[in-house]
């Protein structure tokens, strides 16, 4: 199974533009022409999402940069589905 297919090693689409606005990102899909609007989190997942970072390692890098006492299993599960959901990773 190649990188790109591979559930837990998330990698962002080619060609979207991620632009910081105030309360969060405005990420552009040019393929799809569509705006999606992530939280600071959300932003920082797909972000993260390189092919090369497993879902694990995604979890543990949120932990250390919220300094959280347990890792947000839960939470980035369903925001890689999500971002999934909407075609911005695959």
């Known amino acids: 199974m190649s990188g790109l297919e591979d559930p837990e090693h998330p ?5 979207v533009e991620v632009v910081p606005t ?4 405005v990420v552009y899909d040019e393929q799809r022409d569509r705006v999606h609007y992530l939280n600071h989190t959300a932003a ?15 979890v543990r890098m949120l932990q ?8 947000p299993q839960a ?3 369903e925001c890689l589905t999500r971002l999934r959901a909407e075609g911005l990773v695959h």
Do not use: Q
């Open 11 to 15: 990698l962002a689409v080619e060609g």
């Open 22 to 25: 105030a309360d969060g990102y």
């Open 44 to 58: 920082l997942v797909l972000e993260f999402c390189t092919g090369e970072n497993s879902a694990e390692e995604i």
């Open 64 to 71: 250390l940069a919220y300094d959280l006492p347990e890792p």
């Open 75 to 77: 939470e980035t599960r």
